[in-house]
């Protein structure tokens, strides 16, 4: 996979390494030049370096960003992060978008427009090489035999539906072997039933078989 990270300090650097070492491509967008040319030292694969502004879609154009699998913004700011995050998804349609959230109480910020977000670094590197290994959103707990797996896909803003208006549950036909369970929002959840609204940053756990994951991430990505 080729990944963007914004951000080169200790999150993005440790980031980059665990990505590279797996075998990912990897770009930096870092605006400290010192920083920067470390990394460009530091670093071991396939990896790009970018000195300037990740909230500047011109830099993220130089990092690659029409071809990348994902978007992390990992910097030590929230508000650049989201920024940063809103740009790659908006502007440059990343089908993956993952943001580190440094105060919980941004968390809300991040979910309402339908930014994955995290706090932990390891959680980052964790849900990327999900993506790589089976595909998905974000893995909640493998059951039985592997063959099923709980999984939580959050709702982004929507492209054939107003964010505004929502979409009930039941106009979303999910294929055979898939089924939602359950619907998340910021301090409450309920069990899922067709009449349930859900609008950006709502977070749907469905039941499926690793076989129809990618075609229910593809579903939930072009509401």
């Known amino acids: 996979m080729y990944i963007v990270i914004a951000g080169g300090g200790k999150v993005g650097s440790y980031l980059a390494n665990v990505l590279l070492e797996s075998g990912n491509e990897v770009a930096v967008i870092e605006q400290n030049k010192q920083l920067a040319d470390g990394l460009s ?49 908006r502007v440059f349609h990343v089908d993956r978008v993952i943001g580190r959230v440094n105060s ?22 964790n849900l990327i090489e999900e993506e790589a ?8 707990t493998s059951l039985s035999h592997g063959n099923v797996t709980l999984t939580e896909f959050t709702v982004g803003h929507m492209r054939r539906h107003s964010d505004e208006e929502g979409i009930a549950l039941g106009d979303i036909e999910l294929p055979e072997g898939a089924l939602a369970v359950a619907v998340a929002y910021e301090d409450d959840a309920e069990v899922a039933s067709d009449d349930l609204m859900l609008y950006p940053g709502d977070q749907v756990i469905v039941v499926a078989d690793n076989s129809v994951l990618d075609e229910v991430r593809a579903i939930f990505r072009s509401l």
Do not use: H, W
Not at 51 to 78: H, K, L, P, W, Y
Not at 133 to 140: C, D, M, Q, T, W
């Open 133 to 140: 290994l089976l595909g998905n959103v974000s893995v909640v």
């Open 41 to 89: 030292v530091a670093l071991e694969g396939r990896y790009l370096i970018i000195c300037g502004d990740c909230c500047d879609s011109r830099f993220q154009e130089d990092a690659g960003i029409r071809n990348a699998d994902i978007f992390v913004g990992a910097t030590g700011q929230d508000d650049t992060n989201l920024v940063a995050c809103e740009i790659a998804q």
């Open 104 to 125: 919980p109480k941004n968390l809300r910020i991040f979910r309402k427009v339908g930014i994955e977000c995290v706090s932990s670094t390891t959680l980052i590197a």
